[in-house]
């Protein structure tokens, strides 16, 4: 392993915990005379969001996941649950300060 250490190999994890809030958009769908209204809604809950990743030299690579957690939104009795994969590729620069 500190073979891959001293190549710049370094891999690493996070947990990230607290409230999310969502806004799903509002759209038209019309078939054939009929036109359905769905209109914008927005809600919030808390949620859970661990995190793997690796470090290449200056390059990332990393994968998130909102766990499915319940949400209320405004004006709607009932709860919904969401889960939310993301996927992340960057590059670190240092400048040297």
């Known amino acids: ?8 190999f370094s891999p690493y994890g996070g947990l990230s915990l ?4 969502l806004l799903t958009p509002g759209y038209t769908i019309t078939i054939g005379e009929e ?6 809604q927005s809600g919030g809950g808390f949620g859970i969001m661990p ?3 690796i ?3 200056g390059c990332q ?3 998130s996941y909102l ?11 009932t709860d919904k649950s969401v889960g939310i994969l993301n996927i992340n ?5 240092n400048f040297g300060f």
């Open 55 to 57: 470090a290449i030299g």
């Open 67 to 77: 766990v499915p957690v319940k949400y209320t939104i405004e004006n709607v009795v």
């Open 1 to 8: 392993m500190s073979r891959l250490k001293d190549q710049g």
């Open 18 to 21: 607290g409230i999310a809030q």
């Open 61 to 63: 690579m990393s994968a």
């Open 51 to 53: 995190e793997v990743g």
């Open 89 to 93: 590729l960057g590059y670190r620069y």
């Open 35 to 40: 036109t359905i209204v769905v209109p914008e």
